[in-house]
């Protein structure tokens, strides 16, 4: 099946910092979505993104489907975006998603 | 609306036991799935429902029993489960028939305890 690989798994950031999370993937996709994982287990929807750019906040990613990567970027970072995220490929011809192992994001005040 | 809502928020059963989790959705989409996220992992796929019927099966043990009664709801029956059982169970949904996005929507979990 496709592989899902997330770095960094581990990154601890100042409040206003700023960070690149990337995920490469082993194969062609039909989908690619960004999550963010609360404390409580919600998966929240960040971006549907198997490719091009887009914006949203200080939120923004990118797809290079060619080159089988995506990249979240998160601008001057907020305590509350703390949290586990998530990134999910959908190979072409099918519905399932697969996730990545994550990343831990810590925001310290 | 984007929401799906899941019954249980927490389930605490024994090994004997049988209970159910439930899902459901209004937004008009016509796949469904359970996933399962163990502590400190990623979600794993067990079930894909697509216009009400199994799609996708992961090898789930058969003490997992999907259903789907209609375009809306999705069940998961459990019976016999075991103490590696317990996780954060996830439902999902996704497609509308008028559009060609796969995007998936979750549910907040319903966290299973199995003692």
């Known amino acids: 099946g496709i592989q899902v690989e997330q770095s960094p798994p581990d990154l601890i950031l100042q409040e206003g910092a700023n960070s690149t999370l990337r995920c490469n993937f082993s194969?062609?996709?039909?989908?690619l979505q960004w999550f963010h994982q609360n404390p409580w287990g919600q998966l929240i929807n960040l971006f549907y993104?198997?490719?091009g750019t887009k914006q949203n906040g200080r939120l923004s990613a990118t797809t290079v489907a060619t080159e089988r990567y995506s990249l979240l970027y998160i601008s001057s970072s907020q305590t509350t975006d703390s949290g586990v995220y998530f990134c999910a490929v959908g190979p072409d011809s099918a519905r399932q998603l697969t996730f990545g192992s994550g990343t831990q994001l810590t925001v310290l005040p | 609306d984007t929401e799906v809502t899941q019954t249980p928020k927490h389930l605490v059963m024994g090994m004997t036991n049988k209970k159910s989790l439930k899902c459901e959705q209004h937004m008009g989409h016509r796949a469904m799935y359970w996933y399962k996220q163990k502590a400190k992992k990623p979600p794993e796929l067990m079930f894909v429902y697509s216009y009400e019927k199994l799609s996708i099966n992961e090898s789930v043990p058969s003490r997992f029993s999907p259903e789907c009664p209609n375009s809306s709801l999705l069940n998961l029956h459990l019976h016999a489960l075991q103490p590696e059982d317990s996780a954060l169970y996830l439902c999902?949904?996704?497609?509308?028939?008028?559009?060609?996005?796969?995007?998936?929507?979750f549910g907040p979990g319903t966290r299973l305890t199995v003692t």
């Open positions: 999902a949904s996704s497609s509308r028939l008028e559009e060609i996005s796969y995007e998936q929507y």
């Open positions: 993104i198997p490719s």
């Open positions: 194969d062609s996709v039909n989908n």
